[in-house]
């Protein structure tokens, strides 16, 4: 319920629509009545043969009713959906300034990893909340209360029958389905979940169950599991069957009763008889203000449940919090200095980060090496003030980190990640992002230094290419070279390089190092990375194991002193004897 | 009219549901002409011929059977609706799982499993509408209104006529705007999903969005997004709506004429108030199956897309198998000893260029050839040919001298072991995803297995040992010991040939070397084809084949071809870091 009271709070701002769309809608189920009311009113009253000039009304009224029927249809329908567009238009733009300062770090802590397509999902069965469930509801209360008041003048137990089947037609019915067929539903719900899982695991390991040989006894769970779905489904059927049979048997039971009490008013004088007829005919007619609301009461649970998922988002607080009285950013040239940093991830059990002190004055070059796992990027999702340390110090110039607005932090660095995110844009847009604004020739120079230039001079559209879903229509490469002309673009002063190499073959890998290495001379960078190549150009490496800093120098220290580094260098050597078998030059 | 041969086809096997359904839709037709009947009698002798209730109340119970008698029809027809709509459903994804199992891995490795899942799935539900609601329909609004007709006019020939000539202008207004309209209704829907592309978009770059600054900026154009989708679609609407209204108009318009004219000749005696009535009551009761229809008519064409997309996975070739086993063929390819591909050629189906073109090569008993090259160059078709995924869409692979397409695939299988980067794991024990290949295995057998792949150490470090389930909520293997399963898995079918994906990801340098010795276990004394992503690995190797778009450029060992100064030394250089 206080879902469903949330969920209307986005319909204010049109509410004067939304009460013209459900004034439309019941006037279209009027009009259905007006129609078949007039019309038996015009027959009973001809049959009695009065003079052409009493049926004139009626003949108006009929054919008033058969044209407007049509046209408050069609307006109300214009008008429905256009409120459901501005619900979707709200809804979106509040989900996005709802999730936005939550990304990435608590998204990430939701255990079920595709919370995105969880609430995209829950998104669209709230698009139709408003057409399906709120409209039908609203034109079938007004019609109850006004086709009872109606026929209630006649005699009050006459409205009273008629408004107790309309309610037991619209509410009871659909309330007695949903119990009977709840556990068919769910059983159905669960199974196509269990036989989609299984499709796309049997899709995706298709080579495996094959050269195993066992395709068979697959095919035969997933056969098993479409007969039970079958078997389900049958039983739905038969619970669903009996809701259209109901519905109909009491509209009619409806009229009966209405007659039944109705006849003995005419025989007593208090009811015209020509009236009988038209009571019959508007009972018929009434009932089709309330057989949409089957379907509103699923679309309504359903919204329900989508609603509450939304809403929980709400409690959700971001990681980092700006402070209440931010500092202004210092000037340049800057400096960050991290004293004895530790962090720990509230789901893990473990301190993935464990006193890191490190400094990046300006321009330097530190390497931050270790196996996977190490923390290396959580360091970086912490410089980037995307999560909260828990202890520790971070200065820049000289000032606690958190006294910035997290925001103005983050518009000091660039980042190049291992697969940078690409926007189904084109390649000015997606380079726009890094410096809104900028002139074609600006973006010109960025992809020079990127060495993509020749690359999109080729290109027939040049800068106006489609990069595609995720930017898949280009090679890793390109990506990351894209990546790297942002970073330019963005000129800031620290340069953030988180395995940029990494999804990379070898070819591609050391000319993109090259090219990171002339793009960034002057910056201040750290190179976060597990590949021991040409790291002798950093001034600082540091090598972390388990969230701890193990050893730290440089190149020709670290090999001197021959701890891990040096062993883990040894060991890339005799992997790979081609490559190493000589020290690279410096 | 929506018809589709397939879909059809699809429902023969149950025609006798549908035969019920459409029997007991005219059944129904036939009551409410009954109901009408009396209704119309007992009000006539209440108003016009002025009886008491008490007179007339025993004309109550042949209606209050009428109606129960309606009321189990209706329930009947769409029971029979609903169950043919299951049973054809149930029907055609068998069919589609066992199909996709036939069309193995070459089709699906080139599909999004999402998608395909989806057409088995989603797909297929669609197609409820059209056999619960459509098909039936279709023979509905044909024969009830017929039956009305038959009834209306020994009463009124008048009516009848009204009737006759207005009938066919629904279906008429309903094909000539349904054309326009589905037009529209497709426009919208590309909208609307361009704009829920759109948004999954920007939610799922925010943490770009976020580092360039820009992610509130966003939100204004998440609003203007959605205005725009507003605005066009009800451009779109304001058009498509239009069909409703003539549709209803129609309906409504023809009833209020019925309405007039009989009132108009009652007035003048030309007819009775009980057949007025009469007509009155059936006028709606005969034009609702060609509206229904009209509403329905979405729903067959929604199915009729989904079943374009069913029925040409459906219809899609599997891999043939050879129909006379040949057992002569089968006895000789125990441990082959010289697999040779002669001028293979292999086209994906719908692809224009084909993936290999023109490779001849051979695999020498206990030898290993690591095939390099880039992304698309071919090396995983070669591999899914040796695998019997696929078959050469010209030349042939011959297995000492036999054509792989007399071998049986059961055969073949007991010949070459597949060990891929990224096994898949089900949610069972690690003792039987071992033992995939051979479930018979004692576990003994499985523990000797996973020692060859060195993963026995870290099984038992696990709490339940092999017994330790995994997958999802259970124990997670990290990339390189995921691979050393697939190995072990190896290990335990023992046969001589192996297919082997070497990891692309970057391992940490320990589980390198782990890996790099399971490998060579396993290389040692079998037959070996190893797409090799590694370069310790072709070092190794006894042949080296260097692919470029589907060619073999480059063949030889190591040796050979660093001296021969081609693209395999050009990689190499480069990989040294471009001085060395």
Avoid at chain 2, 493 to 515: G, N, R, S, W, Y
């Amino acid at each position: 319920m206080k879902t469903t009271w949330q969920l209307l709070q986005f319909l204010k701002p049109f509410s004067g629509w939304v009460l013209l769309s459900v004034l439309l809608s019941t006037a279209t189920v009027a009009s259905g009545i007006g129609l078949l009311g007039t019309s038996a009113y015009l027959i009973s009253r001809a049959a009695l043969q009065p003079s052409i000039a009493v049926l004139q009304v009626a003949i108006v009224g009929v054919r008033f009713f058969g044209i407007s029927r049509g046209i408050f249809r069609y307006l109300e329908r214009l008008t429905a959906h256009s409120v459901n567009f501005r619900l979707l238009a709200r809804l979106r733009t509040w989900l996005y300034r709802t999730i936005e300062p939550l990304a990435p770090a608590r998204l990430q802590d939701f255990s079920s990893g595709d919370l995105l397509n969880r609430i995209l999902t829950d998104v669209d069965t709230l698009e139709n909340f408003y057409v399906r469930v709120v409209a039908p509801y609203a034109a079938a209360g007004l019609t109850i209360v006004g086709m009872g008041l109606f026929i209630g003048r006649f005699d009050a137990r006459l409205g009273l029958i008629l408004a107790g089947g309309l309610i037991l037609s619209g509410f009871a019915i659909p309330a007695a389905a949903y119990f009977v067929s709840r556990e068919a539903g769910r059983a159905v719900v669960t199974l196509k979940a269990r036989l989609s899982i299984g499709l796309v695991a049997a899709i995706q390991g298709m080579s495996d169950l094959t050269a195993y040989n066992h395709a068979g006894s697959t095919s035969q769970m997933l056969n098993d599991l479409t007969t039970k779905l079958a078997r389900a489904q049958r039983h739905l059927v038969w619970g669903s069957a009996w809701i259209n049979a109901s519905n109909g048997l009491l509209t009619n039971v409806t009229m009966l009763a209405v007659l039944w009490l109705a006849i003995p008013l005419v025989a007593n004088g208090s009811l015209e008889g020509f009236m009988l007829p038209v009571l019959a005919m508007l009972v018929l007619a009434s009932f089709e203000a309330v057989s949409p609301l089957a379907t509103a009461a699923q679309y309504h649970s359903a919204s329900q449940e989508s609603g509450a998922r939304l809403f929980e988002l709400q409690r959700l607080t971001p990681a980092v919090t700006s402070p209440e009285k931010p500092a202004a950013l210092p000037s340049p040239p800057f400096e960050l200095e991290l004293r004895n940093v530790s962090f720990q991830y509230e789901a893990g059990p473990d301190a993935v980060l464990h006193d890191i002190s490190l400094m990046l004055s300006p321009g330097k070059k530190i390497a931050l090496i270790g196996p996977s796992g190490a923390g290396k990027t959580s360091l970086a999702n912490i410089l980037l003030r995307l999560w909260e340390f828990d202890s520790g110090e971070i200065w820049l110039n000289g000032v606690d980190l958190r006294r910035f607005q997290p925001s103005a932090v983050r518009g000091l660095y660039s980042v190049i990640s291992q697969s940078s995110y690409l926007f189904s844009a084109t390649l000015r847009q997606n380079l726009r992002l890094a410096q809104p604004g900028s002139n074609d020739n600006t973006l010109q120079m960025a992809l020079q230094q990127a060495g993509l230039a020749d690359w999109v001079s080729t290109l027939p559209e040049g800068l106006d290419t489609w990069v595609g879903e995720h930017g898949l229509r280009l090679s890793g490469g390109e990506r990351q070279r894209l990546a790297i002309a942002r970073a330019l673009l963005q000129d800031t002063p620290f340069v953030i390089l988180d395995e940029p190499t990494a999804n990379l073959d070898a070819l591609t890998e050391a000319a993109i190092v090259d090219q990171l290495h002339s793009a960034f001379a002057e910056k201040s960078v750290l190179w976060i990375t597990h590949r021991l190549v040409r790291l002798e150009r950093m001034e600082e490496i540091i090598v972390l194991d388990a969230g701890q800093i193990v050893e730290r120098g440089t190149h020709a220290d670290l090999i001197k002193t021959g701890g891990l580094y040096a062993r883990l260098l040894e060991l890339q050597q005799r992997m790979i004897p081609l490559t190493f078998s000589s020290p690279p030059s410096s | 009219m929506n018809f589709n041969r397939d879909l059809l086809q699809a429902a023969r096997r149950d025609w006798r549901l549908l035969a019920l359904t459409v029997f007991l839709g005219v059944a129904g037709g036939v009551v409410v002409i009954l109901q009408a009947r009396t209704l119309s009698a007992i009000l006539a002798a209440v108003f016009i011929g002025g009886q008491t209730r008490a007179a007339i109340a025993w004309m109550f119970i042949p209606l209050l059977v009428i109606l129960a008698a309606r009321a189990l029809i209706s329930w009947g027809a769409d029971a029979a609706a609903g169950h043919l709509a299951v049973s054809v459903k149930e029907n055609l994804r068998r069919q589609l799982i066992d199909h996709l199992f036939q069309l193995g891995p070459a089709f699906t490795r080139g599909e999004n499993s999402g998608e395909l899942a989806n057409t088995a799935l989603q797909g297929l539900e669609s197609l409820d509408a059209y056999f619960s609601q459509y098909l039936p329909q279709v023979a509905l609004a044909g024969l009830v209104p017929l039956t009305i007709l038959v009834a209306v006019f020994p009463v009124d020939w008048l009516t009848g006529l009204i009737l006759v000539l207005t009938a066919p202008l629904i279906p008429i207004f309903m094909v000539l705007i349904g054309k326009a309209a589905e037009a529209a209704t497709r426009r919208q829907w590309n909208n609307l999903s361009r704009l829920s592309a759109y948004f999954l978009d920007t939610l799922q770059g925010l943490r770009e969005l976020k580092l360039l600054g820009q992610s509130q900026r966003q939100a204004e154009r998440v609003t203007q997004a959605a205005e725009q989708y507003r605005l066009t679609t009800m451009n779109v609407l304001r058009v498509t709506f239009l069909s409703a209204l003539v549709l209803e108009m129609v309906g409504a318009i023809s009833t209020a004429l019925i309405a007039v004219q009989i009132g108009l000749r009652l007035l003048r005696g030309d007819l009775f108030f009980e057949q007025a009535f009469f007509i009155l009551l059936l006028a709606p009761e005969f034009y609702l199956p060609l509206r229904l229809l009209g509403q329905r008519f979405h729903a067959g064409a929604n199915g009729i897309q989904a079943a374009r997309q069913i029925f040409a996975l459906l219809n899609t070739p599997g891999l043939p198998e050879p129909v006379d086993s040949g057992i002569s063929a089968v006895q000789k390819i125990q441990s082959p000893k010289l697999i040779r591909f002669e001028n293979v050629s292999y086209t994906y189906p719908g692809q224009a260029h084909p993936a290999v073109e023109g490779v001849s090569f051979q695999l020498e008993r206990d030898q290993m050839t690591a095939l390099v090259g880039a992304t698309g160059s071919g090396k995983s078709t070669l591999a899914n040919l040796l695998l019997r995924f696929s078959l050469p869409t010209s030349g042939q692979v011959l297995v000492d001298g036999v054509s792989m397409e007399k071998i049986p695939s059961s055969i073949w299988r007991q010949q070459v072991a597949w060990v891929p980067q990224q096994p898949v794991i089900f949610q069972t024990s690690i003792a039987e995803n071992i033992a995939l290949g051979k479930p018979e295995a004692t576990s003994k057998e499985i523990q000797a297995a996973a020692q060859s792949a060195l993963l026995h150490e870290r099984i038992l470090s696990l709490l339940a040992g092999y017994d330790t389930v995994l997958g999802e909520g259970g124990a997670r293997l990290s990339g390189g010991e995921l691979q050393r399963l697939a190995l072990a898995r190896a290990f335990l079918l023992d046969v001589p040939l192996v297919v082997l994906d070497e990891p692309t990801a970057h391992l940490d340098l320990a589980q390198e070397v782990v890996l790099e010795e399971t490998m060579q276990r396993l290389s040692s004394r079998r037959t070996v084809l190893i797409i090799a992503h590694r370069l310790p690995t072709v070092y190794r190797a006894d042949q080296i084949l260097v692919l470029d778009h589907g060619r073999i450029v480059e063949a030889g060992a190591h040796r050979s071809l660093s001296a021969a100064d081609g693209a395999y030394a050009r990689l190499l250089r480069v990989y040294g870091g471009g001085e060395a």
